[in-house]
DNA sequence: CGGGATCCCAGCAGATACTG
DNA sequence: CAGTATCTGCTGGGATCCCG
């Protein structure tokens, strides 16, 4: 741990000891969607510089929330992934997420935008329910994206599923439309009124996207 | 809002471009319990200096979170108390409290203990049911808290109740084996077990506190 | 080329003294 | 009591360099 604590015997200073540094819960995020490499994190984190990635990444493999993986082949490189102590943090950052969700009218010019952290907030609104273990690749771009839908959560991961029940693949625009737009039409109702490309059985698409509408 | 900012379109970044800077969450935490005074909330965070404590709160009024109200009398003086928008950052600070529990296991040298960020703790593990709204008052030393039960939610502030359902008086060893022995007795078993002094109809009470039990 | 380490500087945090 | 003013030192930001 750092030698700049708060000294208090509270949950939340303990947290802020660990987590509390500029950057820090950001990394956290980008590793919510699976494992990633140092120049990728690099760059999907604008403005921090390389001695501070490094830093930080250093610092949080030695409070034990990150480890350092290797991926499989093809890839076979190193890569940080969350331990799960560090996984154990999704509550918290969901929850200062939908708390900042309040400043995210729109972008703002020079703001990055990353469909990732987009996906990320499904998490906060899916309503389970049923019973199913449906797996739905998402693909915008070149980008594709794993989200398991489990009876009391979603898992989001940013990779290419196994055999996923249904394919969605979508732009940017859509997506944005689904997630953020009020009134918008959620993801599921893009879906059923094939406003977006699907592959996969129609009626199965309905059963496991019904628990992400009301978005 | 301030010049360092993170410049990522994502609930997090913007919530941490508000309130990802050091000191900031622990002052919310404090406010959580209700109207504090600019001396109060310094002495009760231990190391923040004037200047660091003024332009903080300064931020935090400026950004929204935070408003100067006048105290009832017969304090009467000025107070920093939490806007909508500041106490809806409750479930983020609870969030990350309980991750941060992982490391509480016990204080350090130097570490400040307070009974109120223990209360705190309550809320995340208040489970309502029973359809009530009781008021009880823990009085722990000098201090008194209000804690109202309610259906789905727990409200915990510092100040004396008006009428209170029920008194529990107790010192601080009684209520930290309650809140953070693991196997210790609950606060609802220390009343029910006689454990530490109480007023008020004991039935009562033992309704009220049994959303408390399992702690 | 991915994955860092080094150096330097600006700005924020920490300590103390002082003031309305 | 509720801050402001000033100084200092550390941390984060920026560019560059290094190494397998």
Redesign the interface.
């Given at each position: 741990m750092r030698a700049r604590r708060?000294?208090?015997?509270?949950?939340?200073?303990?947290?802020?000891?660990?987590v509390?540094e500029?950057w820090t819960?950001?990394i956290v995020?980008d590793l919510l969607l699976g494992p990633r490499r140092y120049g990728e994190l690099l760059e999907r984190l604008?403005?921090i510089t390389t001695n501070l990635l490094a830093k930080r990444l250093r610092e949080l493999v030695e409070a034990g929330l990150l480890e350092k993986v290797t991926l499989p082949p093809p890839a076979s490189t190193e890569a940080y992934a969350l331990t799960q102590?560090g996984a154990?943090?999704e509550?918290?950052?969901?929850?200062?997420?939908?708390?900042?969700?309040?400043?995210?009218d729109k972008?703002?010019r020079?703001?990055?935008?990353?469909v990732g952290?987009a996906l990320l907030?499904l998490k906060r609104r899916y309503r389970g329910g049923g019973g199913g273990d449906r797996v739905v690749q998402i693909r915008v771009g070149e980008r594709s994206f794993a989200l398991r839908l489990l009876p009391d959560s979603l898992e989001v991961k940013e990779r290419v599923p196994d055999r996923p029940d249904a394919i969605i693949s979508l732009g940017v625009a859509e997506l944005r439309e689904a997630l953020f737009t009020e009134g918008g039409r959620s993801l599921a109702k893009l879906a059923r009124a094939r406003a977006v490309e699907i592959e996969g059985d129609p009626s199965l698409l309905e059963d496991a996207l019904r628990p992400l509408d009301g978005g």
């Open positions: 708060y000294h208090q015997f509270c949950g939340l200073a303990r947290a802020l000891d660990v509390g500029r819960l950001l995020r604008p403005g102590a154990a943090l509550p918290a950052v969901m929850a200062l997420a939908g708390w900042g969700g309040r400043y995210m972008p703002r020079d703001d990055r935008v990353d952290w907030s």
